[in-house]
């Protein structure tokens, strides 16, 4: 078996934009644009970008929940986008999601038990009644939570504990690979941290693989292995999380890590601010899409655009001219 | 010293809920200062929007109500002035930002319009064309490129970051003493949040304002204020100008705050040891225990915290720094 789990080669989802009175297709957005890259086996990857750039499109498309129009996603060697329904039914038990919004995307009317015992259900695990209540118990200790949370509903647990039931549905059926979409967002600072610890834990427990979509960059350097930075669909630069904040190659991604305010009053930031905004990918500029914000543009970064150079094993960045370090 | 423009005592809003009365602001006193950034930090529920609104009058009321406290803004109780009166000081003299800049402009009129709408409120000598002229300029002044062209556009036809330049252009328009920001670049990305940030601080070198930067971020606070209140269950738990708040923080809570930040000092690149966290989560505002708010999630508590001896109050650790703690760090 590979050391990679996953291998996502030239992945790329156009959503056709409809107009006039026959609905013809008039334009698309590519909101992901051949996008390639592999995950290591127990790694995370973390995934960032600025609204709009296609990290939460390439996440669900991973799993087909958004079907791609092109490219390859290989998952323990299995091209996975030439699965048939139920092929992919079966493979989405070794990859799970969890996703932003903890209010959401838990069933009021379900409760607790019911919600961490549906997935077992379809995939017809732990049948037995025993070993199923003995299952959910394993879950919500898992997850620290205590054992009477079984009978409860959604509503009756704050932002953090909801993340936590979350956690555990996605653990329910024993995955290899998770996809985090923006799984600390909605949460306040120190409850946050509480759910970084327990996706870490988890990790080196069972032995999964993240790939951990968020805005927040801070965290996603503190909890990735490896560092994938998106623009308007396309991987523009991947790196170890290490290298990423000091030895940047692509000026976009120097210049978003600078764009973090830093909670030390004490050192003046030496920070780069982007002129304009993201441009519409409906849109994109012609070359590199970052041109027109980029201070290092040269005639050739408009014409064309650039290929991945690729550093080491571990940083590829797309780029003409990139920082040196 | 510079001049104190705005002074909050004592300030108490209740809500009454189905499930009873609650206090979502509990004695919280506040300075703000000419030209200088407050910065109220607090997770959610805290009370750092119900103050703000206070000062705005802009509690609901019923469900609200202001139980106490006085706020006084150059030498007028902003609680007891004439209904009338209070609406010429709002936008006028007091500015507000939100949070999110969609909801906050109304969808079906043009930029131009919303903003001339303020100036004609509050600047009603000018004439039409001069509101428009000012509409242009104050597009201009935050930034927006070809101003005369986006001044006849809709919000919907801008980006977030757009819109949220349109409401500060709206809420610096008429000039203010004073602008409460709530939030302002919560729901932007970082690269625009630092576009913003560095507009307002550059604007409020021109034109002299005091702002009040309300935001959970300890980076932006870090960025951008001079003093900072930190705020937990309605209190105010610390309060010191920002570098003396960030070096030596007196408060449990303040600590813990700052150290549950990842940091990027890191330089392995492998798996990182664990987050320093806050254990457990704020007590719910209808069941606050007695003694100290923070007692159930503190390292440091003791006997004195859990009610024997009253609330902590906030008292001064040295000069300029106050926290409401019984056993402040150092």
Same mark, same amino acid.
């Given at each position: 078996?590979?050391?990679?789990?996953?291998?996502?080669?030239?992945?790329?989802?156009?959503?056709?934009?409809? #107009? !006039?009175?026959?609905? $013809?297709?008039?334009? @698309?957005?590519?909101?992901?644009?051949?996008?390639? +890259?592999?995950?290591?086996?127990?790694?995370?990857?973390?995934?960032?970008?600025?609204?709009?750039?296609?990290?939460?499109?390439?996440?669900?498309?991973?799993?087909?929940?958004?079907?791609?129009?092109?490219?390859?996603?290989?998952?323990?060697?299995?091209?996975?986008?030439?699965?048939?329904?139920?092929?992919?039914?079966?493979?989405?038990?070794?990859?799970?999601?969890?996703?932003?919004?903890?209010?959401?995307?838990?069933?009021?009317?379900?409760?607790?038990?019911?919600?961490?015992?549906?997935?077992?259900?379809?995939?017809?695990?732990?049948?037995?009644?025993?070993?199923?209540?003995?299952?959910?118990?394993?879950?919500?200790?898992?997850?620290?939570?205590?054992?009477?949370?079984?009978?409860?509903?959604?509503?009756?647990?704050? #932002? !953090?504990?909801?993340? $936590?039931?979350?956690? @555990?549905?996605?653990?329910?059926?024993?995955?290899? +690979?998770?996809?985090?979409?923006?799984?600390?967002?909605?949460?306040?600072?120190?409850?946050?941290?509480?759910?970084?610890?327990?996706?870490?834990?988890?990790?080196?427990?069972?032995?999964?693989?993240?790939?951990?979509?968020?805005?927040?960059?801070?965290?996603?350097?503190?909890?990735?292995?490896?560092?994938?930075?998106?623009?308007?669909?396309?991987?523009?630069?991947?790196?170890?999380?290490?290298?990423?904040?000091?030895?940047?190659?692509?000026?976009?991604?120097?210049?978003?890590?600078?764009?973090?305010?830093?909670?030390?009053?004490?050192?003046?930031?030496?920070?780069?601010?982007?002129?304009?905004?993201?441009?519409?990918?409906?849109?994109?500029?012609?070359?590199?899409?970052?041109?027109?914000?980029?201070?290092?543009?040269?005639?050739?970064?408009?014409?064309?655009?650039?290929?991945?150079?690729?550093?080491?094993?571990?940083?590829?960045?797309?780029?003409?001219?990139?920082?040196?370090? | 010293?510079?001049?104190?423009?705005?002074?909050?005592?004592?300030?108490?809003?209740?809500?009454?809920?189905?499930?009873?009365?609650?206090?979502?602001?509990?004695?919280?006193?506040?300075?703000?200062?000419?030209?200088?950034?407050?910065?109220?930090?607090?997770?959610?529920?805290?009370?750092?929007?119900?103050?703000?609104?206070?000062?705005?009058?802009?509690?609901?009321?019923?469900?609200?109500?202001?139980?106490?406290?006085?706020?006084?803004?150059?030498?007028?109780?902003?609680?007891?002035?004439?209904?009338?009166?209070?609406?010429?000081?709002?936008?006028?003299?007091?500015?507000?930002?939100?949070?999110?800049?969609?909801?906050?402009?109304?969808?079906?009129?043009?930029?131009?319009?919303?903003?001339?709408?303020?100036?004609?409120?509050?600047?009603?000598?000018?004439?039409?064309?001069?509101?428009?002229?000012?509409?242009?300029?104050?597009?201009?002044?935050?930034?927006?490129?070809?101003?005369?062209?986006?001044?006849?556009?809709?919000?919907?036809?801008?980006?977030?970051?757009?819109?949220?330049?349109?409401?500060?252009?709206?809420?610096?328009?008429?000039?203010?003493?004073?602008?409460?920001?709530?939030?302002?670049?919560?729901?932007?990305?970082?690269?625009?949040?630092?576009?913003?940030?560095?507009?307002?601080?550059?604007?409020?070198?021109?034109?002299?304002?005091?702002?009040?930067?309300?935001?959970?971020?300890?980076?932006?606070?870090?960025?951008?204020?001079?003093?900072?209140?930190?705020?937990?269950?309605?209190?105010?738990?610390?309060?010191?100008?920002?570098?003396?708040?960030?070096?030596?923080?007196?408060?449990?809570?303040?600590?813990?705050?700052?150290?549950?930040?990842?940091?990027?000092?890191?330089?392995?690149?492998?798996?990182?040891?664990?987050?320093?966290?806050?254990?457990?989560?704020?007590?719910?505002?209808?069941?606050?225990?007695?003694?100290?708010?923070?007692?159930?999630?503190?390292?440091?508590?003791?006997?004195?915290?859990?009610?024997?001896?009253?609330?902590?109050?906030?008292?001064?650790?040295?000069?300029?720094?106050?926290?409401?703690?019984?056993?402040?760090?150092?």
């Amino acid at each position: 078996m590979s050391e990679y789990i996953l291998e996502v080669n030239n992945l790329t989802k156009r959503f056709p934009i409809n #107009g !006039g009175i026959f609905g $013809r297709e008039v334009g @698309a957005v590519s909101a992901v644009n051949n996008v390639s +890259f592999k995950i290591k086996k127990g790694e995370t990857l973390g995934l960032v970008g600025e609204s709009g750039c296609g990290k939460t499109t390439l996440g669900r498309s991973l799993l087909r929940l958004i079907e791609p129009t092109s490219g390859e996603v290989k998952f323990n060697g299995t091209d996975i986008t030439s699965l048939d329904k139920d092929g992919m039914r079966e493979m989405r038990r070794k990859m799970q999601i969890i996703f932003q919004d903890p209010y959401a995307s838990l069933n009021p009317r379900m409760t607790v038990g019911g919600i961490l015992a549906e997935p077992m259900e379809i995939h017809k695990l732990f049948m037995d009644k025993q070993e199923r209540h003995k299952r959910l118990l394993q879950l919500l200790d898992q997850v620290q939570l205590p054992s009477d949370a079984l009978n409860k509903y959604p509503h009756e647990f704050s #932002g !953090g504990q909801r993340q $936590r039931i979350c956690i @555990a549905r996605a653990l329910a059926v024993e995955p290899e +690979f998770i996809v985090c979409d923006e799984p600390v967002s909605a949460l306040d600072v120190s409850v946050q941290a509480q759910v970084v610890n327990l996706m870490m834990d988890l990790q080196k427990d069972l032995g999964l693989t993240y790939l951990f979509i968020a805005h927040d960059l801070k965290v996603v350097e503190y909890i990735s292995n490896r560092v994938a930075v998106m623009y308007l669909g396309n991987m523009v630069e991947v790196a170890k999380s290490s290298e990423l904040y000091g030895a940047a190659r692509h000026p976009y991604t120097k210049a978003l890590f600078s764009a973090i305010p830093n909670p030390n009053p004490n050192v003046n930031p030496d920070r780069i601010i982007l002129e304009g905004d993201i441009p519409s990918p409906m849109n994109p500029p012609s070359g590199c899409h970052f041109h027109p914000r980029c201070w290092n543009a040269t005639d050739e970064c408009r014409s064309a655009y650039p290929p991945v150079t690729e550093l080491s094993a571990d940083h590829a960045y797309r780029c003409f001219n990139p920082n040196q370090v | 010293m510079a001049e104190k423009i705005l002074e909050i005592k004592d300030l108490c809003v209740e809500f009454n809920t189905d499930r009873g009365r609650i206090r979502a602001v509990n004695g919280v006193n506040l300075e703000v200062f000419k030209g200088k950034t407050l910065g109220v930090v607090g997770e959610s529920g805290s009370g750092k929007s119900v103050t703000a609104l206070s000062i705005m009058r802009l509690i609901p009321t019923p469900p609200g109500r202001i139980a106490n406290g006085t706020i006084d803004y150059r030498g007028e109780n902003l609680l007891e002035i004439p209904f009338d009166e209070m609406r010429r000081i709002r936008g006028n003299k007091i500015a507000m930002i939100f949070q999110e800049p969609m909801t906050s402009l109304n969808p079906v009129f043009t930029v131009g319009n919303q903003i001339e709408e303020v100036i004609e409120l509050h600047q009603s000598e000018l004439s039409k064309e001069q509101r428009k002229e000012k509409a242009v300029e104050m597009l201009k002044l935050v930034g927006i490129p070809s101003p005369e062209q986006r001044v006849t556009e809709y919000p919907h036809q801008l980006s977030g970051g757009m819109r949220q330049r349109v409401m500060i252009a709206m809420s610096l328009a008429c000039e203010p003493d004073i602008l409460i920001a709530d939030e302002p670049t919560t729901a932007l990305d970082v690269t625009i949040q630092a576009q913003i940030l560095e507009l307002m601080n550059k604007l409020q070198k021109e034109l002299g304002m005091g702002i009040i930067m309300i935001t959970h971020d300890l980076g932006v606070v870090a960025e951008t204020c001079d003093d900072v209140a930190v705020m937990y269950c309605g209190q105010i738990v610390e309060r010191a100008d920002v570098k003396t708040l960030f070096n030596h923080p007196q408060h449990p809570y303040t600590k813990g705050l700052m150290e549950s930040i990842p940091s990027f000092d890191s330089t392995s690149g492998q798996t990182k040891g664990r987050l320093p966290t806050i254990e457990g989560m704020v007590p719910s505002l209808f069941d606050l225990p007695d003694g100290c708010n923070f007692q159930d999630r503190c390292k440091n508590v003791t006997d004195k915290c859990r009610g024997s001896e009253g609330e902590p109050k906030l008292r001064e650790i040295s000069p300029g720094h106050d926290a409401a703690c019984f056993h402040p760090l150092s």
